[in-house]
């Protein structure tokens, strides 16, 4: 499936019964990079407002504390910010700029791998 150029593959259609998002998606583990020198890294939650992408937000914050971050976590409901992500199904999880999550309800130890130093 491409939307503007991005190609996402996603395992098992589920959605959930909610807000109809996705439930099970890729999940692209080597995102993480090594931030030691300091730099800020970018973080955002995708999502329209539904429990689900509440509780991505939630658990995202609790990862950038317990791994003693200095990033701030931004929550992006614009659908048309959304969309220039490619993303289909939401909640998502972007990590300087790149999608490393989408349609699938993270918890903060599955999240801190992908936004911590290597």
């Not at 995202?60 to 317990?66: E, G, H, L, P």
């Not at 289909?88 to 599955?110: F, R, T």
């Amino acid at each position: 499936m491409a939307l503007f150029n991005f190609k996402k593959k996603l395992e098992d259609d589920m959605y959930c019964s909610c807000c109809g998002c996705a439930t099970n998606a890729s999940v692209d583990e080597d995102i993480a990079q090594d931030y030691s020198d300091g730099e800020k890294l970018s973080i955002k939650v995708l999502g329209s407002g539904c429990k689900n992408c509440r509780t991505l937000l939630e658990n995202t914050k609790d990862a950038v504390k317990s791994l003693g971050m200095d990033s701030n976590v931004e929550y992006v409901t614009d659908m048309e910010k959304i969309a220039g992500y490619g993303v289909m199904s939401m909640p998502a999880l972007v990590v300087n700029e790149k999608v490393v999550s989408a349609g699938k309800v993270l918890k903060a130890q599955d999240i801190a791998p992908l936004i911590k130093n290597k």
